[in-house]
Every structure is written in C-alpha cells, then in structure tokens.
C-alpha cells in the first residue's frame, strides 16, 4: 500500500508520524519505506526516514530533490537557478513505490504548498493517484485549517484514508470537536500522543488498510 502524509501546515508533525508508522511496518515484517521526495531547508526529514526504513535504499533515491534554503520548494529551487518538474518527482516516486510493498510518501509544509510557479504539492499527489492521511497539529486554530485541508483535498477529487490528530493531550482535544469533524466529512479520526510519553499506535483505519493490501 501506499499513502501521501500530507499536513495542515508545516512543523505539524508529518515526520514524525511517517516515521513511526515506517518503524511499525517493518516490525510487522513489511518491506516498508518512508519517502521524502522534496525538503527544504535540509534534509533531516529524509534522513529520519531513512532511518526508519532500515537504509533499505539510498538517501538520493528517498530523498532526490532538496534545496538549502528553508522555504517553499518553488522559492528555494529558484534561489539555485532550478525547477521542480513535476513529472521528475512522479517519476521518482514511481521507481521507489514499485519496489516495495508499504509507501509512506511524506508531503512537504501544507496541502497546497508550491512546487513552482505553476504546480501545487496537490497536483503531485492528484498524478500519483495515492490516498492521503492528513496529519493536523492541534493547537488552536486546527478545526478551520483541518476542514481547509479536508475540503480542497475532496474537490480535487483524492481519496482520505483518514485524519491524524496530533499531540492532542497539548490541547485536550474535546469530544465536540471531533463529532464537527466526523458528522461533516465522515472520515476515520486517530488520536496521538506525544511520542515521548506513550508508545506509538497504529491506526485502526491504517492497519486494515496495510493488512487488505497483500
Ligand atoms: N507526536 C509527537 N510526539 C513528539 N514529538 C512530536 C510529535 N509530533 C511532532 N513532534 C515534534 O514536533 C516537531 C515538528 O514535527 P515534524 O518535524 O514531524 O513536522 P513536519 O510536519 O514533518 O514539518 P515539515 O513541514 O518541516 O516537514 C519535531 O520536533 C517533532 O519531533
Ligand atoms: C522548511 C520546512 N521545514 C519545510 C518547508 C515548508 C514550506 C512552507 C511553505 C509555505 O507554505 O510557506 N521543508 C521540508 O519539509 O523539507
Ligand atoms: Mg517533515
């Protein structure tokens, strides 16, 4: 299987749960791997993903497209005098996808981040054809950037596999905030811990869907 984790926002803790989840693949006995197609800024992301995919392929394979400056991709490709094309990062992550049987391909910032003047991170995940798992921060202010995210990721007509609410014990995430959630969209909801204070779960939502996939 394959999924696109994709976030509300940067710094909303993609990485962190497309590493736990590439971790528990693995430990289920999958041949998972965790992609970070695109970083900016470093490349810290991919190498915690690599990590987690037990360095099952190169750092350039999982990593074929990072720019220094800690910006948008357009923005920091331009800034080195190049251009994301957007079949290149496809073509990428159709190499990586076809050799292993679990795919957690991470985003980068937020759903509609720019890869260039004229491609969107959306357009990338609407030619792979992947189902998404939106990860969502929930300090004050997630419910409008959630339903945001939720909203513009149904219209361009991609499958939700479902919503990560993270570090919701930070806020107290109240049971009415997750019926406003559910009774409007009618998506599979998890809630997670800060990693450092209880162990990692894996989804229901996401374990069915990793176990039906073989
Ligand atoms: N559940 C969690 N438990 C503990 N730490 C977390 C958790 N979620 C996120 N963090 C921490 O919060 C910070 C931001 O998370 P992370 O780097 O995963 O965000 P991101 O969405 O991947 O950002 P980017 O857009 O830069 O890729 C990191 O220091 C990360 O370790
Ligand atoms: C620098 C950040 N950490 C991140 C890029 C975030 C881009 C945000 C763009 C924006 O919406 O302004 N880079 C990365 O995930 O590799
Ligand atoms: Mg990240």
């Known amino acids: 299987m394959t999924v696109f984790i994709t976030g509300t926002d940067t710094g909303v803790g993609k990485t962190a749960f497309s590493y736990e989840l590439v971790k528990y693949w693995r430990t289920k006995g999958y041949d998972a791997i965790g992609l970070k197609p695109i970083s900016t800024g470093g490349r810290e992301d991919a190498i915690k993903l690599w ?8 750092l350039d394979n999982l990593n ?19 251009f994301i094309h957007l079949m290149d990062v496809q073509k990428a992550i159709v190499h990586m996808v076809g050799s292993f049987s679990h795919v957690a391909i991470e985003g980068i910032g937020g759903w509609l981040t720019p890869l260039s003047r004229k491609w969107l ?17 929930t300090r004050l202010g997630y419910l409008n950037h959630t339903f945001l995210t939720i909203e513009n990721i149904l219209a361009a007509d991609i499958s939700i596999k479902g919503l990560i609410l993270n570090q919701y014990a930070s806020l107290g995430v109240v049971p009415m905030a ?9 998506i599979p909801i998890a809630l997670i811990d800060d990693f450092g204070k209880s162990p990692f779960r894996c989804p229901q939502w996401l374990e069915d869907a990793a176990s039906n996939s073989l």
Do not use: W
């Open 64 to 82: 074929p497209f990072y720019f220094p400056e800690p910006m948008a991709p357009a923005i920091a490709a331009e800034l080195e005098g190049k």
């Open 178 to 186: 997750i019926e406003l959630i559910e009774t409007r969209y009618n």
């Open 121 to 137: 991170l959306r357009d990338l995940v609407q030619i792979l054809h992947c189902p998404v798992v939106i990860v969502a921060h």
């Open 51 to 58: 990590e987690a995919s037990d360095r099952r392929t190169s």
